[in-house]
């Protein structure tokens, strides 16, 4: 009887120990192994010992312009795309939510560009773009919009916004698909209240769908300014973070400096400040998450 307790107990344990380990070797030895190079002096172009050097990384990447031109660019990278994808989504997820003609073959289609992988979207964009061949510069030219083909992906003034674009592109139909659940989630109940009081298609959604959609929307904005800081495939494929630092962003740097320069610690050192700056979000998309559920 004891021994069919005690199997009992451990059932559950030994049920979830393969997906467990599977974490630990995919998840928590890369992060610590990252965070413990961070201090060391490893650099695969030069031969020597191996030794701890305490927080000299993160010193020299406070005075390194290029980490700060990174770290400037991540950031205005996250609330770009995180401002056009939440607005824009969320207006397409109101269309999509009314009686239009076709609603399902829409709702079909704008997942799309998110199934498709990013490596995949971006050399997509990267053909559209194309100074020679490109689609965009072809419809703008044959719409009188501009003279002369662009080099939207070599051009200093161009390729971030062209870059976002792509991105954008990328991101929004998540967003459409989520604010969407959560707009026909909303009792009719309480539109068809709001009409007997007299109130108009905009108060309705001022003062219903809004804040009815409203935490769901802010989880949402979390858990992708989180993918969007982090991006990196789309950025590495289009651009490579040219030209010149036009695009570089911290994933961008940090795959540079550990895959190109071999400058492991240095790059580790990148790496383990961004995972510093994910804490915050990660911790209010959590606790969030939590309070709904």
């Given at each position: 009887m004891?021994?069919?307790l005690?199997?009992?107990?451990?059932?559950?344990?030994?049920?979830i120990?393969?997906?467990?380990?599977?974490?630990?070797?995919?998840?928590?030895?890369?992060?610590v192994?990252?965070?413990?190079?961070?201090?060391?002096?490893?650099?695969?172009?030069?031969?020597?010992?191996?030794?701890?050097?305490?927080l000299?990384n993160?010193?020299?990447?406070?005075?390194?312009?290029?980490?700060?031109?990174?770290?400037?660019?991540?950031?205005?990278?996250?609330?770009?795309?995180?401002?056009?994808?939440?607005?824009?989504?969320?207006?397409?997820?109101?269309?999509?939510?009314?009686?239009?003609?076709?609603?399902k073959?829409?709702?079909?289609?704008?997942?799309?560009?998110?199934?498709?992988?990013?490596?995949?979207?971006?050399?997509?964009?990267?053909?559209?773009?194309?100074?020679?061949?490109?689609?965009?510069?072809?419809l703008?030219?044959?719409f009188?919009?501009?003279?002369?083909?662009?080099a939207?992906?070599?051009?200093?003034?161009?390729?971030?916004?062209?870059?976002?674009?792509?991105?954008l592109?990328?991101?929004i139909p998540?967003?459409?698909?989520?604010?969407l659940?959560?707009?026909?989630?909303?009792?009719?109940?309480?539109?068809?209240?709001?009409?007997?009081?007299?109130?108009?298609?905009?108060?309705?959604?001022?003062?219903?769908?809004?804040?009815?959609v409203?935490?769901?929307?802010?989880?949402?904005?979390?858990?992708?300014?989180?993918?969007n800081?982090?991006?990196?495939?789309?950025?590495?494929?289009?651009?490579?973070?040219?030209p010149?630092?036009?695009?570089?962003?911290?994933?961008?740097?940090?795959?540079?400096?550990?895959?190109?320069?071999?400058?492991?610690?240095?790059?580790?050192?990148?790496?383990t400040?961004?995972?510093?700056?994910?804490?915050?979000?990660?911790?209010v998309?959590?606790?969030?998450?939590?309070?709904?559920?």
């Open positions: 004891v021994k069919l005690r199997s009992e107990k451990l059932t559950p344990y030994l049920l120990m393969p997906a467990a380990i599977l974490i630990v070797v995919i998840l928590i030895y890369p992060l192994t990252g965070v413990i190079n961070s201090f060391l002096n490893i650099n695969l172009l030069i031969v020597r010992p191996t030794k701890f050097i305490g000299q993160y010193i020299n990447l406070l005075h390194d312009p290029l980490f700060w031109i990174s770290f400037k660019q991540s950031v205005l990278w996250t609330i770009i795309i995180l401002i056009g994808e939440m607005i824009i989504g969320f207006f397409i997820a109101l269309l999509l939510n009314t009686d239009i003609k076709g609603r073959i829409f709702r079909t289609l704008i997942l799309i560009p998110w199934l498709i992988p990013n490596s995949i979207a971006a050399i997509i964009w990267k053909w559209l773009y194309s100074e020679q061949y490109g689609l965009i510069n072809y703008l030219w044959k009188h919009i501009i003279k002369t083909y662009k939207w992906l070599g051009n200093l003034h161009l390729t971030f916004g062209a870059v976002v674009v792509a991105a592109w990328k991101a998540f967003v459409v698909l989520v604010i659940a959560g707009l026909q989630s909303i009792s009719k109940d309480l539109y068809e209240a709001a009409e007997v009081d007299g109130a108009s298609g905009f108060h309705k959604l001022i003062y219903i769908t809004i804040p009815s409203k935490n769901i929307a802010l989880i949402t904005a979390i858990l992708t300014s989180i993918w800081f982090n991006q990196f495939d789309i950025i590495q494929v289009m651009t490579r973070g040219g010149g630092t036009a695009t570089l962003t911290m994933p961008v740097f940090s795959y540079e400096l550990f895959l190109q320069s071999f400058q492991v610690s240095y790059a580790s050192a990148v790496a400040i961004m995972l510093i700056l994910m804490i915050g979000p990660i911790y998309y959590v606790k969030r998450l939590m309070a709904n559920e």
